[in-house]
């Protein structure tokens, strides 16, 4: 090989390494660029949730929503928050709610029972809300406890 090829082929080398590394350091920008949008997502979905989750939490302690539909938000907004939230002893009056009365038909599906079903589903859901009653609004106050302690996370 001459010395005219191999100069040839370490210039072509060069610039492809070149433009590898051109290639990488825009990927890597890229990489950042939706690292922080993600990031900026998750807290504004936070801050979101913090929010609703201080509406919510009046409204059962003011009993302006009934118990099942304010237990089921809370528990929502509080996963969305921190999933391991809705685990702790004062919240959990939430997660009971909801796994009593998941399995019972809303909106559109509810519109497609029997008038008894519908009335059946009305009574399960009725005694959830009498037991849980209670528990419930607790729960509302303990929410209400943690925001007022600066609660955001667990961490």
Request: with cysteine; charged share 30%; proline share 2%.
């Amino acid at each position: 090989m001459s010395s005219g090829t191999a100069m040839i082929l370490l210039a072509a080398g060069v610039i492809i390494i070149l433009l590898l590394a051109a290639y990488a350091a825009r990927l890597r920008r890229e990489v950042r660029r939706r690292d922080a949008f993600r990031k900026e997502e998750d807290s504004r979905a936070i801050t979101n949730s913090l929010e609703n989750l201080d509406y919510v939490s009046a409204a059962l302690v003011q009993e302006q929503v009934n118990i099942t539909e304010g237990a089921w938000r809370c528990k929502v907004l509080l996963e969305i928050i921190e999933p391991t939230l809705v685990e702790r002893e004062e919240f959990r009056a939430f997660s009971d709610v909801y796994s009593r009365t998941r399995h019972l038909k809303t909106h559109s599906a509810r519109r497609g029972l029997s008038p008894r079903e519908r009335m059946g589903e009305d009574k399960e859901r009725l005694q959830v809300e009498e037991e849980m009653h209670q528990p419930v609004i607790d729960a509302a106050k303990a929410v209400m406890l943690w925001r007022s302690k600066g609660g955001k996370t667990l961490h």
